[in-house]
């Protein structure tokens, strides 16, 4: 069975600018999670789908972040315009419903 | 607010050596997930806990809950080089989301 996919694996740029990420999750998962690990810490959600809905999106920054799943499939995760705090790596999960999150390679983000 | 805190944060050990690692939450959940990442790499599930007195081991880990202490424990038996990681908690909160702890990273030493 195909592990969750993402890409792009490394991205650099500088602040102001505008990056997007893309994960697809494991065929059949109907609930999809994005997640920001910064460097020493452990993974914070930033939005979770269930299907093409938003359950929780209380920590994900509005102003410059945004995310879809508008086919409950795939999905992908934007900032703009990024900020240096912004570097770490976005990690997207999913799962069957209440069963356990697997995790997909992330993306590292480094803004300059 | 669901809090979970990891005690040690940083564990330098011996091969051969036995340690516990903690893993304290604030409020009751459903379910406790440990997790692992090696460097660079993403997340890998360890064990899933789901009851109180539950005990799961799989090689030199055996993890378990006790749910009115709300404490998780991880226990390394007889540590190998290959176990060196940083090891999470995970606490499953309303809406299934996970709530990380901090990580606790381990160096198992020849």
């Known amino acids: 069975e195909a592990g969750v996919a993402q890409s792009p694996r490394y991205k650099i740029i500088e602040k102001r600018q505008s990056v997007a990420f893309w994960c697809n999750p494991i065929s059949g998962h109907a609930t999809l999670y994005w997640y920001q690990q910064i460097l020493g810490q452990g993974p914070k959600l930033l939005i979770q789908?269930?299907?093409?809905?938003?359950?929780?999106d209380s920590q994900l920054p509005k102003d410059r972040f945004s995310a879809e799943r508008l086919k409950g499939v795939d999905s992908t995760l934007k900032i703009q315009p990024a900020k240096l705090e912004d570097s770490a790596v976005y990690l997207c999960?999913?799962?069957?419903?209440?069963?356990?999150?697997?995790f997909g390679p992330g993306t590292r983000l480094l803004v300059l | 607010e669901l809090k979970v805190e990891q005690n040690p944060l940083f564990l330098s050990m011996q091969e051969g050596k036995n340690y516990t690692i903690y893993c304290n939450y604030s409020?009751?959940?459903?379910?406790l997930y440990w997790y692992r990442q090696d460097p660079g790499k993403s997340l890998e599930s360890l064990f899933v806990?789901?009851?109180?007195?539950a005990v799961k081991q799989e090689g030199r880990l055996m993890a378990s809950l006790d749910t009115k202490a709300r404490l998780s424990t991880l226990h390394i038996t007889a540590a190998v080089h290959d176990l060196s990681a940083t090891y999470f908690c995970?606490?499953?909160?309303?809406?299934?989301?996970?709530?990380f702890g901090k990580g606790m990273k381990l160096t198992v030493n020849p």
């Open positions: 409020t009751t959940s459903d379910r």
């Open positions: 995970a606490l499953q909160g309303g809406s299934e989301k996970l709530v």
């Open positions: 999960a999913s799962s069957s419903r209440g069963e356990t999150q697997y």
């Open positions: 789908f269930q299907n093409n809905g938003v359950v929780d």
């Open positions: 806990l789901l009851s109180n007195g």
